[in-house]
């Protein structure tokens, strides 16, 4: 049964950084695109960021609300994909959810064949 497990949250205050992690486990990592969406409370989940099997930067989303603070990276030989979030702010509080799919690079949670628990990341003001 494939699980991914998320890891890293916490409570942090803006401006502050933070690095989550996804291990993959009865999934074949190397042939997945892989990703992250987040659910702020009352709000519809979101993508934030996907990277494909190859990792190459050609082949790397994120949202316009995260570009330039937030960085997707993969380790391959660790089945492991971290999100490194810069410069937090109050609105990136939500639950992270790590996601994995094959095919192209897609934006919408319907895109995704496996999710996460997710985690929690709270910034506050």
């Known amino acids: 049964q494939v699980q991914l497990v998320e890891s890293g949250g916490g409570s942090v205050q803006a401006g502050d950084s933070l690095r989550l992690s996804c291990a993959a486990s009865e999934l074949d990592f190397d042939y997945y695109n892989m990703g992250w969406f987040r659910q702020a409370p009352g709000k519809e989940r979101e993508f934030v960021a996907a990277?494909?099997?190859?990792?190459?930067?050609?082949?790397?989303q994120y949202a316009d609300s995260v570009k330039g603070r937030f960085t997707i990276s993969r380790e391959n030989a660790r089945d492991t994909v971290y999100l490194q979030m810069n410069s937090l702010k109050p609105e990136d509080t939500a639950i992270y959810f790590c996601?994995?799919?094959?095919?192209?690079?897609?934006?919408?949670?319907?895109?995704?064949?496996?999710w996460g628990q997710g985690t929690q990341v709270t910034v506050s003001s």
């Open positions: 996601v994995a799919t094959i095919g192209g690079i897609v934006r919408h949670t319907a895109g995704y064949l496996f």
């Open positions: 990277l494909d099997f190859s990792a190459s930067t050609r082949k790397i």
